[in-house]
């Protein structure tokens, strides 16, 4: 039973151990750098920050909403002065929101996403496209200081183009408006031409047979130079 003196704090049992918790998650967590980048916290009105408010398991540290593990779900990094994401945005490349409104950033930002397949909804400056453009999203809206692009099409889908893999490749979504090929189970090599599993220990062993004879060569040669000197 806990004590009920004049002097008490009349905190409820359960606020308190959720307290405790997000206190434990917050050292225990190692905010990756893209969180920190920018300065502040994300606003009450963000739309990260409702996302985040609809699971009470998520946390809102700095400029990310993360889930218990660490793994960034959200990320805010709205008037941030940013001509682009910066060096360590591919660590939120597990987000499923993003905010970049209120950016001076580039136009073309294709490439930037690649690896982000979970994203459902990116805000970005109303003069930005969205990644992959209009084909990439299944909505793109136009506001008169931002533009919403919301749920990303799997690329692999699209039947505009069915010789985007080689025969034996399969598609794999790699971002909006991106994919890449990988080879089918028992092909390899250059268009997957090759069948059969790849052999890593023939691999190696012509590696490690090549380094040897070239030390082997050059420990010839230097003390053949040492001799003569």
Request: proline share 7%; aromatic share 6%; net charge neutral.
């Amino acid at each position: 039973m806990s004590p009920c003196g004049p002097g008490s704090p009349s905190i409820p049992v359960p606020r308190a151990a959720a307290l405790l918790l997000f206190l434990g998650v917050e050292r225990a967590l190692a905010l990756p750098e893209v969180c920190i980048q920018c300065p502040g916290k994300v606003g009450n009105l963000s739309e990260v920050a409702l996302y985040c408010k609809q699971t009470p398991e998520l946390i809102l540290l700095a400029r990310c909403c993360l889930n218990q593990k660490g793994t960034i779900l959200g990320l805010d990094l709205q008037n941030c002065s940013l001509k682009d994401p910066g060096p360590n945005f591919p660590q939120a490349h597990t987000a499923i929101i993003i905010d970049l409104q209120a950016n001076p950033l580039k136009d073309d930002l294709a490439d930037i996403f690649h690896g982000f397949t979970q994203l459902q909804t990116l805000i970005l400056p109303q003069d930005v496209n969205c990644p992959g453009d209009t084909n990439a999203w299944n909505t793109v809206t136009y506001y008169t200081n931002r533009r919403t692009c919301q749920g990303q099409r799997n690329l692999c889908n699209s039947t505009r183009d069915t010789e985007m893999c080689p025969e034996n490749g399969l598609c794999v979504p790699d971002g909006p408006g991106l994919f890449q090929c990988v080879c089918a189970d028992g092909f390899h090599g250059y268009k997957c031409m090759r069948q059969g599993s790849f052999s890593l220990l023939m691999f190696f062993g012509i590696l490690g047979s090549t380094t040897l004879s070239i030390s082997i060569l050059l420990w010839g040669t230097q003390r053949r130079k040492a001799k003569a000197s």
